[in-house]
């Protein structure tokens, strides 16, 4: 009989619990009704998935840096959880020609937050997804790169002027603009820091 048969059944767990951990989380009955509401509506698909999602968005957000309550940091940048309302009508106060400008020293100040926080080059585009998965998760929309195309879905501002400011100073490029509503997409024209860096 081979060796591995000869094993007992005991000994078999045992191998699996040195890779799984099974946990015993006890919920109050006000959270547990809450979590059953949210798989009975079909928000979510059960327990375990929606566990997974919290710690998935956890490690992504850097939540550990949450000090205290409205007091949230991403590295060396404060996050503020904001209505796009807000933010429009903050944006609509500055001269639409200025737009553009406001956008590149926003994307400026994300390139600084980013390269101190995750420790790469906003400027080289293989670490592009990096930067697209970090906005997503910060709610800016979805980014993508599309050959020579950078393409946003579901932008939290859906002005295009703005946009191509931010993108041209968070990855020091030239974009001419395709679109003028969302989704956007802008023409990369020259990656000056792209090609030098390689």
Known sequence: MPE???K???DLLNRDEETTKRTTIILEKDERDFVDSLIKEGKEPGIKPLISKMLDVYRSMMIY???FPGEYYCGISRIAFVNVELLNILIQQAPREKWREIGKQMGCALKVSM???LGIQT????????VFKRLRVQGFGDFYLKDKYLLIKTPFVGDAELWAGILEGLFDIELDMKTAVPPLVFEIKTKQNV???K
Request: no cysteine; hydrophobic share 25%.
């Open 65 to 67: 840096d949450w000090r």
């Open 195 to 197: 090609t030098a860096a």
């Open 8 to 10: 007992r059944p005991k």
């Open 115 to 117: 390269e101190t926080t």
């Open 4 to 6: 591995d048969a000869k």
């Open 123 to 130: 400027t080289l585009q293989e670490n592009w997804e990096n």
